[in-house]
T-cell receptor, first 114, second 114 residues
Framework: RKEVEQDPGPFNVPEGATVAFNCTYSNSASQSFFWYRQDCRKEPKLLMSVYSSGNEDGRFTAQLNRASQYISLLIRDSKLSDSATYLCVVNSWNYGGSQGNLIFGKGTKLSVKP | DTEVTQTPKHLVMGMTNKKSLKCEQHMGHRAMYWYKQKAKKPPELMFVYSYEKLSINESVPSRFSPECPNSSLLNLHLHALQPEDSALYLC?????????????FGEGSWLTVV
């Protein structure tokens, strides 16, 4: 099982659609979780941290289920500008001997069409 | 705009050249990172510096040599690289090197080895 697995994508959706990304992680000792967004030929940028209680930032909602080792990102009313690759990221201190390492999923590409 | 600044943005070098990538942050962060990202792949950790000391080297070949002159600067010295080393090299920083700390990326340096 890969350390962090995401939906393969790509997701092609019309403007205004609701889209959900899912992610699972294999290390039950993982301690912090993030969604990053990466535009083509740009650096990854933090979209939001993910907390067990769930958190919302405008049109974006992130959820964490520690028991199932599952993370999700919901985008409502998607915009053309949401088109990007969304990276599920897990930070595991002392994971595999590497301290404070960010483990990236392979990313899911989202294309929002007019 | 990112507060982690990388130079140069683009670099083309021959296999016998010696060059350096530079990274600077003025957020008072005490952890700095080098990541390598190939096309359509997630970033891969290369090095972590914590309080100006190298704390993680992810089995990176010695042709890559990191240096942290002070808490704001991080360099990556390149020597005798191979064409397969061509990639986007991302510098990042966080408050400290630990779980839960958000990692902020620079815009990256695009390296082509010819």
């Amino acid at each position: 099982r890969k350390e962090v697995e995401q939906d393969p994508g790509p997701f092609n959706v019309p403007e205004g659609a609701t889209v959900a990304f899912n992610c699972t992680y294999s290390n039950s000792a993982s301690q912090s979780f993030f969604w990053y967004r990466q535009d083509c030929r740009k650096e990854p940028k933090l979209l939001m941290s993910v907390y067990s209680s769930g958190n919302e930032d405008g049109r974006f909602t992130a959820q964490l289920n520690r028991a199932s080792q599952y993370i999700s990102l919901l985008i409502r009313d998607s915009k053309l500008s949401d088109s990007a690759t969304y990276l599920c990221v897990v930070n595991s201190w002392n994971y595999g001997g590497s301290q404070g390492n960010l483990i990236f999923g392979k990313g899911t590409k989202l294309s929002v069409k007019p | 705009d990112t507060e982690v600044t990388q130079t140069p943005k683009h670099l083309v070098m021959g296999m016998t050249n010696k060059k350096s990538l530079k990274c600077e942050q003025h957020m008072g962060h005490r952890a700095m990172y080098w990541y390598k990202q190939k096309a359509k792949k997630p970033p891969e950790l290369m090095f972590v510096y914590s309080y100006e000391k190298l704390s993680i080297n992810e089995s990176v070949p010695s042709r890559f040599s990191p240096e942290c002159p002070n808490s704001s600067l991080l360099n990556l010295h390149l020597h005798a690289l191979q064409p397969e080393d061509s990639a986007l090299y991302l510098c990042a920083s966080s408050q400290v090197a630990g779980s839960g700390n958000t990692i902020y990326f620079g815009e990256g340096s695009w390296l082509t080895v010819v």
